[in-house]
């Protein structure tokens, strides 16, 4: 997109909010980047530059924007719809393990050498591993400043630098202000009920529009008591992180998610917000989706009556995973009582004093050893579990987001048990796939068969043909269709 100089010109002319996050203008004369919807008045063309990434700005000697802050847009869509390397190698860069683990960390997840890394990110975004990371720690140190009163040197050290000189000097040169002067810019906290104590407040981005009912209906639907519940008109739950645990309440609004994150540990804020984007679909690109499906005049009248649905994703691909499993051939009600049983019998407790949140869900490691006659399950379903949890435990199963999806398909396919729902459904929530389709799942049968489509699974996936690559969000337009609890955003 970057290298198409006419038609980015001709979206920020627009201040087209939809390529927010897709490129970065740079203004040669003010040594600025902006969002391409930046309010202020577009520069001429031939002072435009135009850059894939934030960190390909910073590389460059450019300086965010104070106006359209676009280190805030939202990420890019095509790191969600690609499955190459160079999205996966995104996908584990938003999720901090370059901050954690360094680059080798990251080759060795991708199965490439340090030196590949740089030269195809180098190519593709204007900037290395570690030139991405650094621009994403800048993003985490802005937000710890502006909404914790931490002092300045532990921001430093939670943001993921080295030293107080490095984060001095970066924020310096990002947003042409020292720290301090940062922390004195950030307006009050708006009047109202306090945030717990040591709670990160921010405002998670998104692209308009936005429908979120399906999405929230559908996370408070199905919450697994203990790990998640629906309360104050937000949908909160815990959050197990690479340092410690945390606690999140998401609540929709007309222009962004609110946020409130409470984190033992805030080296962990970078990864939180990163689970949090990927739970709740907001990098996806509605406008392209709802486009394609529209297209079919079956499919139409949906999208016109609410455009803008995401798809529900997971904070924790390995939980869904085992979530999937206990819901085969149940209820929504009945899964998540088979999950509330392994939460309580099995889950780390924590503590939650604005809520009813007592645990996290148990880890696979956890699971591995239990007793096949514990589990309320028929036994070819324990076996299935039980393979599944000490698969994912002993490492030779992975649903990290580096993993190639397909090669992760056809893993769960030869364990016990499992099918084309099961393995479709961990796809497109687990793994993030927006081309996952569940032709065999009643209630898009029932659906389909309701607006005139084809209602058999192998009909129903040629006609579905024209739906790619989002075919997981026809799913949910028509499971919509429906009047469950999932497509209702609670009370």
């Avoid at 984060?167 to 004195?184: C, K, S, Y």
């Avoid at 796809?427 to 065999?440: K, N």
């Amino acid at each position: 997109m970057h290298t198409d100089t006419e038609r980015c010109v001709r979206a920020v002319r627009s201040k087209d909010a939809r390529f927010d996050g897709v490129f970065f203008t740079a203004v040669r004369t003010t040594r600025i980047y902006c969002r391409p919807s930046c309010p202020v008045v577009p520069p001429k063309p031939e002072n435009m530059e135009f850059h894939p990434s934030a960190a390909s700005c910073q590389r460059a000697g450019f300086r965010a924007c104070k106006r359209c802050r676009p280190d805030t847009s939202p990420g890019s869509p095509q790191w969600n719809v690609r499955a190459d390397a160079v999205a996966r190698a995104m996908r584990l860069i938003q999720d901090g393990v370059v901050d954690r683990e360094g680059v080798p960390g990251l080759a060795r997840r991708l199965g490439w050498s340090t030196r590949q890394i740089e030269r195809q990110l180098l190519a593709e975004l204007g900037a290395g591993p570690l030139a991405l990371a650094r621009a994403q720690r800048a993003q985490t140190a802005r937000v710890l400043i502006e909404t914790t009163p931490m002092p300045l040197g532990e921001v430093a050290f939670a943001a993921g630098f080295s030293s107080i000189r490095t984060f001095n000097e970066t924020v310096r040169e990002v947003f042409a202000l020292a720290p301090g002067e940062l922390r004195a810019r950030a307006a009050r906290p708006a009047a109202g009920r306090a945030p717990a104590s040591g709670a990160i407040t921010l405002r998670l981005p998104f692209r308009a529009p936005l429908e979120p009912s399906n999405l929230f209906g559908h996370l408070a639907a199905t919450a697994v008591p203990g790990v998640e519940e629906w309360r104050d008109g937000a949908y909160r739950r815990t959050l197990n992180l690479p340092y410690g645990h945390g606690v999140v309440a998401l609540a929709p609004r007309a222009d962004h998610i609110a946020c409130r994150l409470s984190l033992t540990d805030p080296r962990d804020l970078t990864g939180a917000i990163s689970r949090c984007r990927r739970l709740l679909d907001l990098d996806a690109d509605p406008v392209a989706v709802d486009e394609r499906l529209r297209a079919d005049p079956l499919l139409a009248p949906l999208v016109d009556a609410a455009p803008g649905r995401r798809v529900p994703g997971s904070a924790d691909p390995a939980e869904f995973a085992v979530r999937a499993v206990l819901g085969q051939q149940v209820s929504t009600a009945a899964a998540r009582t088979h999950a509330a049983r392994l939460v309580a019998a099995h889950g780390t407790p924590v503590d939650d004093p604005e809520g009813g949140l007592t645990h996290l869900f148990p880890e696979p490691g956890a699971l591995a050893a239990l007793d096949p006659e514990s589990l309320a399950l028929p036994c070819s379903r324990r076996t299935t579990l039980l393979t599944l949890v000490r698969s994912l435990a002993d490492g030779s199963l992975s649903l990290d987001p580096a993993d190639d999806r397909e090669e992760v398909r056809a893993r769960l396919l030869a364990l016990p048990g499992f099918g084309p729902w099961t393995t479709g459904i961990i796809a497109m929530r687990a793994l993030g796939d927006p081309d996952a389709f569940l032709p065999g799942d009643l209630g898009v049968r029932r659906a389909a068969e309701g607006l005139g489509l084809p209602s058999t699974p192998a009909a129903l996936t040629a006609r579905a043909a024209h739906w790619r690559p989002w075919r997981a969000y026809a799913v949910q337009y028509l499971w919509a269709t429906d009047s469950h609890p999932i497509n209702h955003l609670p009370s």
